[in-house]
């Protein structure tokens, strides 16, 4: 009896999840996705900065292949950089750095009824440097050099790791995503010999991004 009894819990078990399953079909999205970046440069040696604040804009494709998960690409026109903190060596100076950026995420879902879904998305991250500003320049020594006057970024190729978490309602009309994310650049955007002013340099940006998907 126990044995019949534990077979049919098993069957109803199974029955549960592959009626789960079963309900499930893969689904792509497209869309486009805007918002905020808050910006700063990991400097070895350390410079006391602020968060720059500015924006970040491009075009989403997410496949939900299994029940749960997918995967999400993006092309994004992104604004970086950092801003100093004066103190007693430093005077006022912003660099903003635009990028071309590919975030290539894994994407996780849990669904909040029909039309909610609490979202995660984590990935791998690559750009490409295509311009720098400087928006308020002042006469800086670090310790005693002049260091920004003609010290443009040395690698236009920036790679690291992306991670973010958000709320998703869909809708007839398609789908609103709101999303808070953390990029971490492995990768230095000065020189890091002996012989070069910073042993690391890299980019570090939270973004807060609205998007919008139709599906197909």
């Known amino acids: 009896m126990k044995r019949l009894s534990g077979i049919a819990v098993f069957l109803f078990v199974m029955s549960a999840v592959h009626s789960q399953t079963a309900d499930f079909r893969p689904e792509w999205n497209f869309g486009v996705n ?29 496949y939900v292949s299994e029940k749960s998960c997918g995967i999400q690409l993006e092309l994004n026109y992104a604004l970086r950089g950092w801003t100093e903190q004066p103190n007693t060596n ?41 311009g720098e500003k400087e928006l ?24 690291g790791l992306a991670g973010g978490m958000g709320f998703e309602v869909r809708t007839g009309i398609g789908s609103f995503v ?8 492995l990768s230095d955007i000065f020189g890091n010999r002996r012989v070069d002013i910073f042993q690391a340099s890299h980019n570090q940006v939270i973004a807060v991004k609205l998007g919008y998907l139709v599906g197909w």
């Not at 990028?99 to 750009?127: C, D, T």
């Not at 709101?178 to 971490?184: A, D, F, I, K, T």
């Open 90 to 130: 430093t005077k006022s100076y912003t660099r903003s750095l635009t990028y071309i950026e590919l975030p290539a995420l894994a994407h996780f879902y849990y669904s909040l009824g029909k039309r909610a879904r609490v979202i995660v998305n984590l990935g791998p991250q690559i750009g490409y440097n295509i």
């Open 178 to 185: 709101l999303e808070g994310r953390y990029y971490y650049g």
């Open 34 to 62: 805007g918002g905020v970046t808050l910006s700063r440069v990991g400097f070895s040696p350390k410079i006391l900065q602020t968060l720059l604040l500015q924006q970040s804009g491009g075009l989403t494709a997410r």
């Open 136 to 159: 308020e320049k002042e006469i800086i020594k670090f310790p005693d050099k002049n260091y920004y006057n003609n010290y443009p970024v040395r690698n236009k190729f920036d790679w």
